[in-house]
């Protein structure tokens, strides 16, 4: 195996990093994060999945692939069907349910850890209530793995009182990781402000959210405390009470967004605060923005979402360029929002994609569309402020007239003298590359793949 290293910088914990020999293979759980089939990136070159490695690998726990897996102990997982589902998940501050087939040797496999991170993590958090762990058969039980949209085998999901998550659990497949994943969820994701001065200390590199409360057992900071849970991974949030917020509360209670640079203006939430899903759904506009960065970290997630990609190539210091995008897919394409992504990725850590397509980081900015079975380049950035340009663009894609004209030249209906030529020598467009990204059949049971296009 070759010597193997994160993008990332600093590294994935866990990443295998060896050049010894595989004189054997068998089934064995790799103590690293979630991963995919060798994806050689240049120096991005990345591996990361549980898959059929050699026994010299220092650091991997063998595990034979057999039914009827246990560990000794109190494993305390609760079975859901549809009798109880709904109960267990809303009283549950915290669950991780573990979506699973029998017949699935990655299942299989994952059952004796689940079960020992289980009891670790109940002797931490004696509580029943206040973490649960769960499982679901999905071939006894169907309908919830419909509910869920379960595509592949095993899934790890998180809930918070009764309320799914949008990241499930990709870590390692580990009984410390998993019952560490489960620790973090019990860390209070509001950060409490003892003065106003620290209002000058607040990282704007981030997207931050701060509550102004009289009191912190009132229902308004009750309703801030779990909109702050579910959103702990896309916002920082802090909070200020009694008279170090007084200055902040002349009409009450109140939550301001800070925006991203310094010179940005505050924006006030106006609405009820006890009202959880008129507050959620302010906070996420705020949290999630509408272009997305793509990393190694996160790019299985997206491409699990099942939608192509817009994506921004660019450096990581031209905050212009990527500004000029963020602006156009707001004017031109937020009624697109359901059937592409809007992403951006730095040029340097995706260079590989770059070279798919004939580009350098030299180039950048780019812009391109990943269908998941092809990648179409934007003409000229220049053209990006063009009106209707950036928009006909994802229609093209959408309706095949990008996939056709690169199969067979442009459409007869815009055609012109000369370019009868051009169809006789048209070539196919370069494949996907954040294809390889996607959840890989090495670490899971894939139950369908539709990226075709139109």
Request: hydrophobic share 35%.
């Amino acid at each position: 195996m070759s010597n193997l290293q994160s993008p990332i910088s600093g590294g994935l914990p866990g990443s295998l990093k060896t050049n010894e020999p595989a004189p054997s293979t068998e089934c064995i759980l790799t103590n690293e994060p979630p991963g995919r089939e060798p994806i050689t990136w240049e120096s991005n070159a990345i591996r990361r999945d549980y898959s059929c490695q050699s026994h010299s690998h220092r650091g991997q726990f063998v595990m034979p692939m057999v039914m009827g897996l246990s560990t000794p102990g109190q494993a305390e997982i609760i079975s859901l069907d549809s009798s109880n589902i709904d109960d267990v998940l809303n009283n549950a501050g915290v669950a991780l349910v573990n979506f699973y087939a029998d017949w699935c040797r990655f299942s299989q496999m994952l059952h004796p850890i689940f079960e020992e991170a289980s009891n670790i993590v109940r002797e931490e958090f004696p509580d029943t209530k206040q973490v649960v762990f769960a499982r679901v058969d999905c071939d006894q039980h169907s309908d919830i793995a419909q509910r869920y949209r379960i595509t592949k085998y095993p899934t790890l999901k998180l809930f918070r009182n009764g309320m799914m998550m949008k990241r499930e659990y990709r870590g390692q497949r580990s009984v410390t990781a998993i019952a560490d994943f489960i620790r973090q969820q019990q860390v209070d994701p509001v950060k409490e402000m003892h003065s106003m001065e620290e209002l000058n200390t607040i990282d704007r590199s981030k997207r931050n959210i701060i509550g102004y409360f009289e009191q912190k057992g009132s229902d308004n900071y009750h309703t801030y405390e779990k909109v702050a849970n579910i959103l702990r991974d896309d916002c920082t949030f802090s909070a200020a009470f009694g008279a170090v917020s007084a200055s902040e509360r002349f009409n009450g209670d109140s939550v301001i967004y800070k925006p991203l640079g310094e010179s940005v203006p505050d924006l006030a939430y106006l609405g009820s605060l006890t009202n959880f899903d008129l507050t959620y759904a302010w906070a996420q506009d705020k949290c999630v923005p509408l272009v997305r960065e793509i990393t190694f970290e996160n790019g299985e997630e997206l491409t699990e979402e099942g939608l192509p990609f817009l994506i921004l190539f660019h450096l990581k210091e031209d905050s212009e360029s990527l500004e000029k995008f963020q602006s156009e897919v707001t004017r031109q394409l937020i009624t697109e929002k359901g059937s592409i992504n809007f992403l951006h990725a730095d040029c340097d850590k995706f260079r590989h994609p770059l070279l798919h397509i004939q580009k350098t980081p030299a180039d950048c900015p780019v812009i391109a569309i990943d269908s998941f079975r092809h990648m179409y380049v934007f003409p000229d950035f220049k053209d990006l402020a063009i009106p209707g340009k950036l928009k006909q663009f994802v229609l093209d894609l959408h309706s095949g007239k990008l996939h056709r004209e690169f199969h067979h030249g442009p459409d007869p209906t815009d055609s012109t003298p000369g370019q009868e030529a051009e169809k006789e020598v048209a070539s196919n467009p370069p494949e996907s590359s954040f294809q390889k990204l996607a959840p890989s059949e090495t670490r899971y049971t894939i139950l369908r793949r539709d990226r075709d296009e139109l």
